[in-house]
């Protein structure tokens, strides 16, 4: 299983990382996408920085929730909340939402675009099971600081990777050497939590 690694602006902060440290650590581990999300910030603010990532990161990456950046990525991934904004805010259905999303039509271009779906459940895939995704994401597999995990699938997400027809990226909690049977398993926290011990050890050792 490959890692896909989660950017979260607002957890580099909290740990004081910059761009520059997780994209070249997400680089040591051999990570396959990056993802980079942010909540908060300022449309221009995230236009800026993902910028800076597309000049750092070479490989798949893939923004969250916001369709206006998607013409600076390779894809984008939703949430169950945004998808059902998608629909009412172009009155189209899930399927017509998705194909929009790939084809790159909601912001005007004529493109392939990848387009990730979370999943928290047994109905939330089946659902999935029938829509053109590229992958799902499903979880929560355990406790995490960065989101709502109020849903914690545990080793029963075992069971429900099986029944998605969609590649499967396992999220929330997860860690860098984690072991579970899906195709991706996406870490964030862990790799800012690496990079951190790593600066606290060569500055004890500076301090030697």
């Known amino acids: 299983m490959a890692i896909y690694a989660l950017l979260d602006f607002d957890t580099l902060q909290k740990y004081n990382i910059s761009f520059e440290e997780f994209i070249k650590v997400s680089k040591g581990l051999k990570v396959k996408i990056l993802q980079y999300r942010d909540k908060n910030s300022s449309f221009d603010e995230k236009l800026k920085r993902i910028k800076l990532i597309r000049k750092l990161w070479k490989k798949t990456l893939i923004v969250n929730d916001d369709i206006n950046l998607l013409r600076y990525a390779d894809g984008i991934h939703i949430g169950q909340e945004d998808l059902g904004r998608l629909c009412k805010e172009f009155n189209l259905d899930e399927y017509e939402v998705i194909n929009n999303l790939k084809s790159g039509?909601?912001?005007?271009l004529d493109n392939k675009f990848i387009v990730g779906l979370s999943t928290h459940n047994k109905e939330e895939i089946l659902k999935a099971n029938k829509l053109p995704l590229d992958y799902i994401g499903l979880?929560?597999?355990?406790?995490?600081?960065?989101?709502?995990?109020?849903?914690?699938l545990g080793k029963s997400i075992i069971d429900l990777i099986k029944i998605s027809y969609h590649p499967v990226a396992v999220i929330g909690g997860v860690r860098i050497y984690d072991k579970i049977p899906a195709k991706f398993k996406v870490v964030g926290s862990d790799i800012c939590k690496l990079i951190s011990t790593q600066s606290?050890?060569?500055?004890i050792l500076k301090k030697r």
């Open 105 to 108: 039509k909601f912001i005007g």
């Open 139 to 152: 979880g929560a597999y355990r406790k995490t600081s960065t989101k709502d995990t109020s849903n914690i």
């Open 200 to 203: 606290k050890k060569k500055r």
